[in-house]
């Protein structure tokens, strides 16, 4: 008999270094789109270009990922700003070929040609990282996430046959 499991695990994506280096660009651009649309007539067209520009780059420089496993469904969602979620992907315990650490070499005989990655880690290198692979159709992904220990321990009460600890 399965038991009924709801575990969520929230995981903060590193800023890239980069990230002070375009809030300077864009604050820069967006100056100089102002300028330009007191001056001209194309500048309101820049400035609003240069708004939509500065919204998206944005939104993507603060990212977190939500696990989500509930009765043997594991769904990821990519949460940009705080404010807007995005599915990355459903998974359910069928689905499911193989989990362990992502440097395992028990993950070789799953990986191959055609194998699409999926990067749902905060890009950290002092952090514990496991790889999960399961099959989408035809397609095999590879998702790359950082799980807490009640996470993982509620996947293998699971799938005990499929995961690597």
Do not use: W
């Amino acid at each position: 008999m399965i038991q009924d499991a709801y575990v969520e695990h929230l995981v903060k994506r590193k800023t890239p270094p980069y990230a002070l280096a375009v809030k300077i660009l864009l604050g820069v651009l967006f100056a100089a789109a102002v300028f330009m649309a007191l001056t001209t007539y194309i500048g309101i067209v820049v400035l609003l270009a240069v708004c939509a520009a500065s919204y998206f780059i944005m939104l993507n420089l603060n990212v977190e990922f939500e696990y989500l496993y509930i009765d043997g469904q594991l769904s990821i969602d990519k949460i940009l700003n705080r404010n807007k979620r995005k599915k990355v992907m459903e998974c359910d315990k069928d689905s499911l070929l193989m989990m362990a650490p992502l440097d395992s070499y028990v993950l070789k005989d799953y990986e191959g040609t055609g194998v699409k990655v999926i990067d749902c880690s905060s890009g950290r290198n002092d952090v514990k990282k496991y790889a999960f692979i399961y099959q989408a159709g035809q397609q095999r992904n590879k998702v790359i996430i950082e799980p807490n220990e009640k996470l993982l321990q509620c996947i293998r009460s699971t799938t005990p046959r499929k995961i690597v600890l």
